[in-house]
């Protein structure tokens, strides 16, 4: 089993939607929790970060861990257009260096 | 510049050829990772840097992989003898040193081993 486990998707949806992505993951350790957004051609861009078990929102995302079902999922609501990209989720432990472990990234696409 | 910046963005070679990736990290960042992404593969952690030492060597896939960093900022991947499986985009991160800061990334440089 994979560290991270991430649908590929890809995910169609229509404007307005509301989107729930997701993944999995093994290690018990890890403790800090994001998603990153990523463009064609551009690097990963930090949208959300967690601490541990809970819920962070900001603006249409919201952002859940449990950490009891080694379990986050990113919403987004409203979707628009914009939106469009592949986001990846990635986690790590607390010791400081310890590299981030990304899940595959999973492609959406919203249409108009 | 604000960001992480990458040079080259693109490169082509032929296989064989030694490449040089190089990465300008955000200014007052510590730390500093590699990592790679392949089609259908994600992104694979090859090595992090604090300040000029590699703690972390972990991911180089073989030893045709290195990379060095100086002065504690600009940092440069080198790929020797390429290959085509080496075909992937090369991604920088730089982040402050705390255990659970965000790592910020450059756009990546596109390498095509032909």
């Known amino acids: 089993q994979k560290e991270v486990e991430q649908d590929p998707g890809p995910l169609s949806v229509p404007e307005g939607a509301i989107v729930s992505l997701n993944c999995t993951y093994s290690n018990s350790a890890f403790q800090y929790f994001m998603w990153y957004r990523q463009y064609s051609r551009k690097g990963p861009e930090l949208l959300m970060y967690t601490y541990s078990s809970g819920n962070k929102e900001d603006g249409r995302f919201t952002a859940q861990v449990d950490k009891s079902s080694k379990y986050i999922s990113l919403f987004i609501r409203d979707s628009q257009p914009s939106d469009s990209a592949t986001y990846l989720c990635a986690m790590k432990g607390n010791q400081a260096g310890t590299a981030l472990i990304f899940g595959k990234g999973t492609t959406l696409s919203v249409s108009s | 510049g604000a960001g992480v910046s990458q040079s080259p963005s693109n490169k082509v070679t032929e296989k064989g050829k030694d490449v040089e990736l190089r990465c300008d990290p955000i200014s007052g960042h510590t730390a500093l990772y590699w990592y790679r992404q392949s089609l259908g593969q994600g992104l694979e952690f090859l090595i992090y840097?604090?300040?000029?030492?590699?703690?972390?060597k972990s991911g180089l896939p073989s030893d045709r992989f290195s990379a060095e960093r100086t002065g504690g900022s600009v940092s440069t991947l080198t790929i020797q003898r390429t290959q085509q499986e080496d075909s992937a985009v090369y991604l920088c991160?730089?982040?402050?040193?705390?255990?659970?800061?965000?790592?910020?990334f450059g756009n990546g440089t596109r390498l095509t081993v032909t």
């Open positions: 991160a730089s982040s402050t040193q705390g255990s659970g800061s965000p790592l910020h």
């Open positions: 840097f604090q300040g000029n030492s590699a703690p972390d």
